[in-house]
């Protein structure tokens, strides 16, 4: 498998776009997701839509510890997009996107170890940071843009692009319906089996999310250093 990615990816030149990347990133932001949501104030790291209502909701309640932690949350993932910007305009090597998945892996480890008793305030913010560097550097799959930390957009583009292919016989909308109903899928995947493993583990579910997210980047980053290396040799 590992191979077959390698020579595909050369060939297009467009390592961080593979699906099987895209789905694998999906998969671990529908699971931490669902982890700070299920165990973490009921606050969602990625889905600001969410939060924006939750925030609203608190506020008419008279929820200040709701209010700060929905806000803070917002700020920091709008903090995490505008860090991705800065360290993609200044990055001097193909390596920028190795650097923007460490706060989410050492965030994620870090939570591990952490009780439940800690105000989430201190927790989801930095979490959502993580989560929104990761769906700035890793933005497209197979060209077509996409998110891997929520999947709203994911969902409304899947319908739209097999609709567009069933009814208006689009065969051109094909690829596309089916790489977003991967995402949706692996979005959906990464939720249900965080769900599922928080009843076991409790906090320390999140370390398999931690896990993957570490040897995804330590391949990826093989892959960008082979790539590298051939074309200096060409």
Known sequence: MLRWIWKYSVKANKIAQTRLMAFILTFCGGFIDAYTYMLRGHTLSAGQT???????????????TGMINRGLTIIGFILGLILVTLLKRYAKNAYWRIFEMIPLIVVSIVLGFLPTSIPNYFIVPITAFGMAMQSGAFRKIEGLGYSNVFTSGNLRKTVLSWSSFYINGDESEKQPAQNYTLLVVAFTTGAVISALLQKMFQVRAIWIASCILVIVNLVYGLMIFRSVNDNGQN
């Open 50 to 64: 969410g939060n924006i209502i939750f925030f609203a909701t608190s506020l008419a309640n008279g929820n200040l």
